[in-house]
């Protein structure tokens, strides 16, 4: 497996233009998560999906960024109008249902994006 | 709420030296404890999971639910032990990682 797949792995855009960050899960997992990773405040959980039905979006700082699961090989995360504080690296991770060795998250190489 | 301190941003010690990265967590039920490290501008991998209580690349990490710690801990640090660590928890039905801030750690030569 070729684990979680994030494209791309670099953004630089203007502020006010849209972007779309992808990812591609690994096979079988039931959950998909979108994290945000700045330097002042961490990793931050944007929202998460569970069988591709979103299920807490709490962490979505504004109406700006929207995300998608249209099935379960694929994900987006969109800003639009993107601004420069949007700049960070985006994550994307997957994990299995239930316990047990395979219990666990995995995650992508990032997408670090620069809204200049 | 769930919630993970870690309070040091930054932590240099020298090569040969014992190491400890210090995570504090506030959870009312039993959760469970990880240890993520992130190379340099890499993916975050996990190192440690406090069920399976066993050593990584030398790394240990006990759960102390009495004073609601899991420190990371390595006796002898190797520079390639530089990177940034994540202490992160998961419990309940919430199904999501909650993680601290992170402690970027340098092993100095």
């Known amino acids: 497996d070729a684990g979680v797949i994030q494209s791309p792995r670099h953004e630089v855009t203007e502020m006010g233009q849209e972007v779309t960050l992808r990812c591609k899960p690994i096979s079988g997992h039931d959950y998909l998560f979108w994290y945000r990773q700045t330097m002042m405040r961490g990793l931050e959980l944007l929202i998460y999906f569970n069988n591709n039905v979103p299920i807490d979006d709490s962490g979505m700082p504004e109406d700006r960024f929207s995300a998608k699961m249209p099935n379960a090989s694929f994900s987006t995360l969109k800003i639009q109008p993107s601004e420069p504080r949007d700049s960070a690296v985006y994550f994307c991770?997957?994990?299995?249902?239930?316990?047990?060795?395979?219990?666990?998250?995995?995650f992508g190489s990032g997408t670090r994006l620069t809204v200049v | 709420a769930q919630r993970v301190t870690q309070p040091e941003k930054l932590l240099s010690v020298f090569k040969g030296a014992p190491v400890e990265l210090k995570c504090n967590y506030s959870y009312s039920g039993s959760p469970e404890l990880f240890w993520y490290v992130q190379y340099s501008r890499q993916r975050l991998q996990l190192l440690l999971r406090h069920i399976s209580r066993e050593s990584i690349k030398g790394f240990t990490a006990d759960l102390n639910k009495g004073e609601t710690s899991f420190h990371l801990k390595k006796p002898f640090a190797q520079e390639e032990d530089s990177a940034m660590y994540y202490c992160a928890l998961t419990g309940g039905s919430a199904r999501q990682l909650t993680f601290g801030s992170g402690t970027q750690l340098t092993v100095l030569p």
């Open positions: 991770a997957s994990r299995p249902h239930g316990q047990g060795k395979s219990y666990g998250y995995t």
